[in-house]
């Protein structure tokens, strides 16, 4: 019961930011959306910022699972690309108030992951340290977190496919070279 009153507040929050920004929603503006308590959202999350970090960590752990089980990042990605622009009022509005530093964590995690499996794929012939994977899979999502906010910041113009079409050719053509250099810059002191 405890994750399915989770799933209707995350579903209350989702639709209420479809017409106002995150700073504009109460506790009471969920609860009644979804006909609960106060106690009760309380009994679940500290706050409507807590609630969303929520949010977030359900849909990365629901998208990493899905398709790392089947070795299939490029979906995920495009995945999580459709979920952004699927949600767009719902992103646009949370970038727009107070609080997109949790936007920020939510595709700096969704990223990662995404860059993270697609290193490991190409370091299963090669050794390379963990260091050199996770400077290799930062760098990647860096690059692709900035292209996003720039993507939501202008108003989501360009389609989800779009957009995994290039990180998809970027990270095909780049990434043994940059293990390679990760390597190397991992084993600088």
Known sequence: MSKLTQRAMAQAISQLLQTRTLDKITIKDITDACGLTR???YYHFHDVYDLL?????????EITERYEAQDDWEGGLEETLHYLYDHRDMFLH????????????????????????????YTRDKKYSERAIWITATFYMDAAVGDVFQWISSGMNRTPEHLAQVYNTLFHGTVQALLDSAEKAAKVK
């Open 53 to 61: 970090r929520w949010l977030f960590e359900e849909k990365t752990r």
């Open 39 to 41: 106690n009760t959202f």
């Open 94 to 121: 949370i970038y727009e108030s107070i609080s997109d530093d949790l936007l920020l964590r939510f595709i700096n995690e969704v990223m990662y992951q995404h860059a993270e499996v697609i290193v490991r794929k």
